[in-house]
């Protein structure tokens, strides 16, 4: 598998993740990601990082980052 493929599925593990937290619908939060630039800003820039940690963390990390960004744009 190439890195590529395995950020995608990363990329794919955080998003299911997230929703399911959220209890929101996947494509929703993918949306969001996309619309905030999180996908490249926070998820791919700190893949080396955060695969490496816990669903927990990895989901609380994420909407602390886009918590951060949707406060800033207020």
Known sequence: MTLKEK????IIYCIENTAER???YSADVYNK???LGAIDGYINAFYDTLH???KAYIVDSLLEYILSL???SE
Do not use: A, D, N, Y
């Open 33 to 35: 990601l996309k619309e």
């Open 7 to 10: 950020q995608l599925e990363f």
């Open 70 to 72: 949707i406060h800033i």
């Open 52 to 54: 490496t940690q816990g």
């Open 22 to 24: 959220l209890g929101r």
